[in-house]
């Protein structure tokens, strides 16, 4: 995949519309991207990213950020993306869900996601599932494999370079999905748990059942039940004791059953003869009560009979009651007739006032109604001209906001030229400060120098001798040796000298452009803002400016706001013009409405009136004939005297019922009198406290030995369920034990768990595969970074045999012959380490995706701690990696990168808020 054009429209701090023409840097060789802190370098691959996948490269990074908060409502937020990828072009655009100005009215509203792409044919997807399955597929890889390929940032891969095993199993568990072989591990750990486990409480329910077995005191067998629950016999053995307390136990239980019949059949003689003595007392007992009842029944007969006679005499009294009864009933719709009119005369009153009330009331609505018609005529004639006066004072508004914001904007330019001059004032202090300090350089190292020079003729005159030829000039005589100075110089110490004065003059160089550049910005500056304060305010200095400035600035936002203030008021009464125009049409209609229920009211309560002297003169003629005042007292009476009736009838039968019920019980008892003498004739009496004694004795018997079987057959019970459950258990605990050595064979051998080996996990070894294969990829380009002084290498043997091992990293040193942890090396070196393991993982998981092809890449900081030959050995081994068909983008603040790479993307912040970007090719 190659980006050829990149599109921003209000994306992160790119405030406009920013094109990136890739197509200009080529397809293969290193580009730089650099420019000021914060402008936006990453969010370059953030936006490649989110045009792709829909999602940051990043996890510091949400597209509900990726709205610019400098860009106007109007500009619209998307990014736009033309790729090719094996010969085929595509484009793809995406916005992000964010607010944007209404195109109707004012105010804002919520612009949705959205996403477009299309294919080399003009197909075109817009469904956002369908476009992420179809870029997945263009691809081949997802977005973090992506990003991992595509994207090295130093933070992250010095990470994996310094990792231990242990979190660099949990980075390739990621990158190379082997979490499977992970969960293989843990389940086969989790299986011999678990059949551990199982085998336990089989054990335990086996022991429990042994602890369960039950034993006569007496028995033989006490002493080896004893040791069965001490676990003192083998599971077999417990077995066969089972075996004979079973049978032990049920011969006893047997013989007491056989005991337990024969004296239950002699209790059963007893019982016979108990019940035969108890109905002989029984009966005659009843014979002496029977004689007493027909005693007593004989003089009540007499007494029942005198009270029927003296309740049949009131049945004279009944005739004369249901005569008068009946004289009422008769009367009794004339009753309902009196109410019925008293009732309509009730009414009739009561809403002949209702009326009365109502037209009272219509009378003041209809004065109140012209009231309020006349105050708002008069109201809406004051309202007429409201609106005329709202557009002229927003065309006002309008005007004033203008120049408003005129003055505004100058007041920000005359601040910012301010702070110029003072930033130009401190640059050509600090230019002034360090070319004294090159002068004090120069002249130190011109004298160090010279000192350097004179000890090399004075160190040649040591060694003269007469007539031996000088070295210089070839004279046999020397008859004035140059002398010695004292605190020469070495040459180390003038070359660094010599060093530090480089350096001065490249910061006096660097100070001398920042003072120049500070200096046409404010002449820039200076001539627009001056025309700015004479279109404005006059023919007046600067100085005086911005006063004045600030003081239109408050005189206008105070007149700003008063004409709001105006407006605002207009605004209602406009809005009390519309509403009184809408009530005065209602209110004359219902003036109209109540003056015509006016006359229906009055001609209702004349009907109402004459209708009530009729019913008034029907009343009091009902009221002379009628015996009682109300058809409740006529209705009572009736009731009283139904009632009177009633209780001298059941007066009567209840006599006549009592004297036949003692009739019929006085038959009863001769009856049971002359049975009871019949069964008494020629029995003997039995000693039923004897025979009680006798059977008191059997039953006793019979319950101890009832009680002794029960525990017998609850023992058996209870051993017989023990006994087939320890052997269903035994059965269980073979097969469980036999499956537990298998799955914990297993399990410690993918756990790395095996005594006396390195603790490698089955996941860990298939990553030492692709670890192996990182770092013979990564050594191809470590190789050219050192100079041949490196090679990474994965350590062979674990440290220690207790923690995870297998992924541990070392490097060799070809220089010294030796092999040390990664750890060892210095931040230069870590980030070159880092870097070179960096791309082998990149072309590892290119490969592992199915050979995809990326012609592009990104890589972001860490060269600041590169000193000049290891930068050049890193840029050496970047440029092998982008060859012809490969571009690189280096994201970084390095100078030295500047002058080494040409192709280039600056990135700067505007004054004015946002960022744009320049291509240089």
């Known amino acids: 995949m190659r980006p050829l054009k990149l599109t921003l429209s209000a994306f992160g701090p790119y405030a406009g519309k920013t094109d990136f023409d890739f197509d200009k840097l080529g397809t293969g060789g290193l580009y730089l991207i650099t420019g000021d802190t914060g402008a936006g370098k990453t969010t370059i691959f953030d936006a490649i990213t989110y045009a792709l996948y829909g999602d940051p490269s990043g996890n510091n990074r949400e597209v509900s950020m990726f709205r610019s908060k400098y860009a106007d409502l ?3 937020t998307f990014v736009k993306l033309t790729f090719k990828y094996k010969d085929n072009e595509y484009t793809v655009k995406r916005n992000p869900e964010y607010e944007r100005a209404s195109q109707r009215g004012s105010g804002v509203t919520k612009q949705t996601a959205g996403v477009e792409l299309t294919f080399p044919d003009g197909k075109v997807l817009t469904k956002t599932k369908e476009v992420d399955t179809a870029i997945k597929n263009i691809m081949g890889i997802d977005k973090n494999q992506f990003c991992q390929i595509a994207m090295i940032a130093q933070g992250d891969f010095l990470k994996l370079l310094l990792a231990p095993t242990k979190d660099r199993i949990e980075i390739f568990r990621h990158i190379f ?4 072989y992970s969960d293989l591990q843990n389940k086969l750990k989790q299986e011999a748990s678990s059949l551990d486990n199982n085998c336990l409480q089989i054990r335990q329910s086996i022991t429990q059942y042994i602890a369960g077995i039950n034993c006569d005191e007496s028995s033989l067998h006490c002493v080896q039940v004893s040791k069965s629950k001490n676990n003192e016999l083998p599971i077999d053995e417990c077995i066969s004791l089972l075996e004979n307390l079973l049978a032990e136990d049920s011969q006893s239980e047997e013989k007491t059953a056989e005991k337990i019949l024969n004296i239950e059949k002699q209790a059963d003689t007893i019982k016979l003869n108990i019940q035969q003595g108890e109905s ?11 004689q007493a009842l027909l005693e007593k029944l004989s003089s009540e007969k007499i007494t029942l009979a005198a009270a029927l006679d003296d309740e049949n005499k009131k049945s004279v009294e009944i005739e004369k009651l249901t005569k008068d009864s009946a004289t009422i009933s008769a009367q009794l719709p004339e009753y309902d007739e009196l109410s019925q009119k008293q009732a309509a005369l009730a009414k009739n009153i009561s809403l002949i006032e209702q009326n009365n009330l109502t037209l009272n009331k219509a009378k003041t609505d209809i004065d109140t109604l012209k009231s309020q018609i006349e105050s708002l005529s008069a109201e809406a004639k004051t309202l007429e001209k409201c609106g005329e006066q709202k557009i002229v004072l927003e065309n006002n508004i309008l005007s004033l906001n203008d120049r408003l914001l005129k003055l505004q904007q100058l007041l920000q330019s005359m601040e910012t030229l301010k702070k110029n001059h003072e930033e130009h004032k401190k640059a050509v202090q600090i230019y002034k400060e360090r070319q004294a300090n090159v002068d004090s350089l120069d002249a130190s190292y011109k004298e160090r120098h010279k000192l350097y020079l004179d000890a090399q003729a004075g160190i040649l005159a040591e060694n003269l001798e007469e007539n031996m030829p000088c070295p210089v ?8 040796k140059a002398s010695k100075p004292v605190d020469v110089p070495t040459k180390e110490e003038l070359d660094a000298l010599q060093n530090r004065l480089s350096a001065a003059n490249k910061e006096v160089e660097h100070a001398s452009q920042v003072a120049g550049k500070l200096n046409g910005a404010i002449n820039e500056k200076m001539e627009a803002t001056l025309t700015s304060i004479k279109e404005l305010l006059g023919d007046i200095n600067m ?37 009184i125009e809408k009530i005065l049409p209602q209110s004359t209609k219902r003036l109209e409405e109540i003056q015509e229920s006016i006359n229906t009211i009055s001609n209702t309560v004349t009907t109402y009136t004459s209708e ?8 009091a003629d009902l009221k002379g004939k009628l015996l009682f005042s109300s058809k409740l ?18 007066s009567i039968e209840l006599a006549t019922k009592r004297l036949n019920e003692c009739k019929e019980k006085l038959a009863s008892a001769t009856a049971t009198k002359a049975e009871l003498s019949k069964q008494l004739e020629g029995k003997e009496e039995i000693n039923l406290e004897n025979e009680k004694i006798k059977l008191n004795e059997l039953e006793g018997n019979i319950r101890r030995l009832r009680a002794y079987k029960e525990e017998i057959h609850s023992r058996i019970v209870n ?9 269903l258990k035994s059965d269980e605990l073979i097969e469980a034990e036999k499956q537990y050595t298998i799955v914990k064979s297993l399990s410690d051998t993918a756990n790395g768990n095996i005594t006396g080996k390195d603790k490698i996990m089955l996941e860990t070894y298939i990553q030492m595969h692709y670890f192996d294969r990182i770092i013979s990829r990564a050594n191809a380009r470590l190789v050219i970074m050192t100079g041949g002084q490196y090679d990474l290498v994965r350590r062979k043997e674990a440290a220690s045999k207790m923690g995870q091992s297998g992924l541990d990293l070392d490097v060799i040193d070809h220089y010294n012959g030796t092999e040390r942890s990664v750890k060892s090396l210095s931040g230069g070196e870590s980030f070159k380490a880092s870097l070179a393991l960096a791309l082998g993982l990149s072309d590892e998981i290119q490969s592992s995706a199915g050979g995809i092809q990326l012609d592009t890449m990104f890589i972001d900081e860490g060269f600041g701690s590169l000193d000049e030959d290891s930068l050049a050995q890193a840029m050496n081994a970047l440029a092998s990696l982008a060859s012809s068909n490969k571009l690189i983008g280096i994201i970084s603040h390095v100078g030295e990168l500047k002058q080494k790479i040409d192709k280039q993307i600056i990135v700067k912040k505007d004054k004015t808020g946002g960022s744009r970007a320049e291509i240089i090719a």
């Not at 002989?280 to 029977?290: C, H, M, N, P």
């Not at 000039?473 to 004035?480: Q, V």
């Not at 408050?554 to 407006?567: D, F, G, H, R």
């Not at 023990?722 to 052997?727: P, R, V």
């Open 543 to 579: 100085n005086s400016a911005t006063d004045i400035a600030k003081e239109n600035i408050s005189e206008l936002q105070a007149k700003i706001k008063s004409i709001n203030s105006e407006i605002a008021q207009l605004s209602k009464n406009i809005s009390r013009k519309d509403s």
């Open 633 to 650: 007292e006529a209705d009572a009476k009736i009731k009283s005297n139904n009632d009177t009736v009633l209780k001298i009838q059941k």
């Open 177 to 180: 999905k082997t979490k499977l």
């Open 473 to 480: 000039c070839g004279s046999l005589s020397h008859p004035k």
């Open 74 to 76: 109007e500009t619209p």
């Open 612 to 619: 009530n002297k009729a019913i008034e003169e029907r009343i």
């Open 719 to 727: 051993n017989q369920s023990n006994y087939k459950n320890i052997n």
């Open 280 to 290: 002989i007392s029984r009966a005659k007992i009843l014979l002496e009560q029977t």
